[in-house]
């Protein structure tokens, strides 16, 4: 069992940034591929970004170049920093998590994680 706690979401202008924090406990987090997701009032869950056991990283064709994820091991933390934001970048971000053996794996959906948290409100407004 895994358990992960999301930080950092907040209000800001577009053009600004955050910096999204996905702490995890109970694991060792290494073994697991880590996945940011986020939910708008009234549309269905999207895949944000993704990041595998070594650091090989995927992202939504709609945040590609604005947003970067990143994990730091020794704290069992996974990071979403995003820049530029958008109003339409507006929702509920949750990340995910999934042991695995394979270097190389990392999800684009629901169903290919494991573990959830609760989630962080992210408001840009314009």
């Known amino acids: 069992q895994v358990q992960l706690v999301e930080s950092g979401g907040g209000w800001v202008q577009a053009g600004g940034s955050l910096r999204l924090s996905c702490a995890a406990s109970?694991?060792?987090?290494?073994?697991?591929?880590v996945g940011w997701f986020r939910q708008a009032p009234g549309k269905e869950r999207e895949f944000v970004a993704a990041?595998?056991?070594?650091?090989?990283?995927f992202y939504a064709d709609s945040v590609k170049g604005r947003f970067a994820i990143s994990r730091d091991n020794a704290k069992n933390t996974v990071y979403l920093q995003m820049n530029s934001l958008k109003p339409e970048d507006t929702a509920v971000y949750s990340c995910?998590?999934?042991?695995?053996?394979?270097?190389?794996?990392?999800?684009?959906?629901?169903?290919?994680?494991?573990?959830w948290g609760q989630g962080t409100q992210v408001t840009v407004s314009s």
């Open positions: 995910a998590a999934k042991y695995t053996r394979y270097n190389a794996a990392f999800g684009i959906t629901n169903h290919d994680y494991d573990y």
């Open positions: 109970g694991r060792t987090f290494s073994g697991y591929v």
């Open positions: 990041i595998s056991r070594t650091g090989n990283t």
